[in-house]
């Protein structure tokens, strides 16, 4: 690398990447954040959640728009001020010269993020693939898992909609057997969800395909005792985990799993179209990985990886959010959603005539994520005049038997557009007597 290269790296704070003392993290947040940590010393996490003035700070390291509140990072989420920076130097970076800074600059901090990520998942760095999001993960799984005809997985009717998609094409083209089981959409008993895969599994049965946190209503169902469940029963187990990477405070080989993936673009705020894939090491050889490579049943994890050309500066970037992400402490995070979930669903319980919320109301059992319904409302009409009358932006659900609204914040909400979004539903459920349903 010439001096003028290395001299423009080092300006630009390239060099070194995120983890390192020069990181555009510490440039842009250090003392900040240093400050808030001191505000936290001695606190719980459930203290820490409900104080405003702390949030406050980290609500301003967002550029969201202010002429609208956005409600559905359960699709995905707004990155950081600080991520934005760093995907953008990562970029103008680039298209000085593709090739040459891609393969040769960011691709080398390539290993140093798998690292990073590994740690933060508690894993061993050799179980990491960096993909672009939590479905392509998921594909290599399903379709690389090796299955003969006649042979059983188990999933369930809440799964997402693009992992049940892949098993029904794999079941049609290669005759394996693919059987979603049927659990209430607000269960509040463990063991009656355990005994409902159980119940389920038969001689011929491979594998149980388990949603770590539903995406449609936001119901964390219990992992670890599905996955204990089948071992006993010699069945692996894939762990759809989009919506709980980054939320709530686990370790990835603690919920006792064979395979695990995961969006990084939700509730990490890496930026969109980021993801990982987690194999058990003793496991990686036996998957074909989606896309051809010299020797698919190596045991090498970066075996996953080889999908052409890919955005480095996301990859780098992704460093940006785990920094962001640490700082404020995963335990942090997932009691503040707590709060914020618990904050509004109990006003509009008290608010609304025929609220229903179809999400267990056991904290336990949910964090960010929280569906309803209301009494003679479509939630589709809600979803269009909440975006027209208020610039309100949350989900329609309707999948399966499942139809209602999904809400879904993050730490960059505030109480006040919570209290907007409960006065909205107020008026809206007043208006939905008069005005015909969309």
Known sequence: ??????????????????????????????????????????????????DEDYWATIQQAYSLDPNMIYLNSGGMSPAPKVVQEALHRYNDLTNKGPYYYMVKVLDQGKEPLRQKLAKL?????????????CTEGLNNVILG??????????GCRLDYINAVNSW??????????????????????????????????????KLLHITH?????????????????????????????????GLLDFEI??????????????????????????VKKSKISAI???????NPQSDNIRKFESFGTHSSAIEQAIGEAINFHETIGVQHKQARMNFLTRYWTTAAQKRIPGFSLITPADSSRHCAIAAFTVDGVESKWYNH???????????TVNWENINCLRVSPNIFTSLQDLDKLVDALVILTEKSRTTPKQ
Not at 145 to 154: A, N, Q, T
Not at 288 to 294: H, T
Not at 385 to 395: A, C, E, R
């Open 288 to 294: 074909w990985p989606i896309n051809g490579v010299e």
């Open 145 to 154: 898992l090796p299955l003969k005809r006649g042979d059983e997985v188990i």
């Open 168 to 205: 029904k094409q794999r079941a049609a083209r290669e005759g394996i057997v693919y059987h979603r089981i049927d659990l209430p959409a607000a269960q509040e008993n463990d063991d009656a969800i355990v005994k409902a895969f159980e119940k389920a599994i038969t001689p011929k049965t």
């Open 253 to 278: 080989p603690e919920l006792g799993c064979d395979y695990f993936s995961a969006s990084l673009h939700k509730y990490l705020c890496a930026p969109i179209g980021s993801g990982m894939l987690w």
């Open 385 to 395: 005049y909440l975006f027209v009358d208020y610039k309100v932006i949350v989900t």
């Open 1 to 50: 690398m010439t001096h003028t290269r290395r001299s423009f790296l080092q300006k630009t704070g390239m060099l070194l990447g995120a983890f390192s003392a020069q990181s555009l993290f510490n440039e842009l947040h250090a003392a900040t954040f240093d400050a808030l940590q001191e505000k936290a010393a001695g606190k719980s996490a459930e203290e820490i959640a409900s």
């Open 213 to 245: 946190v539903i995406n449609w209503t936001g119901q964390i169902l219990p992992v670890k005792k599905i996955t204990a469940m089948a071992a006993k029963h010699g069945v692996a187990t894939l762990v759809d985990g989009a919506h709980s990477f």
């Open 121 to 133: 998942a508690g894993a061993d760095t050799e179980e990491i693939a960096l993909l672009r999001n």
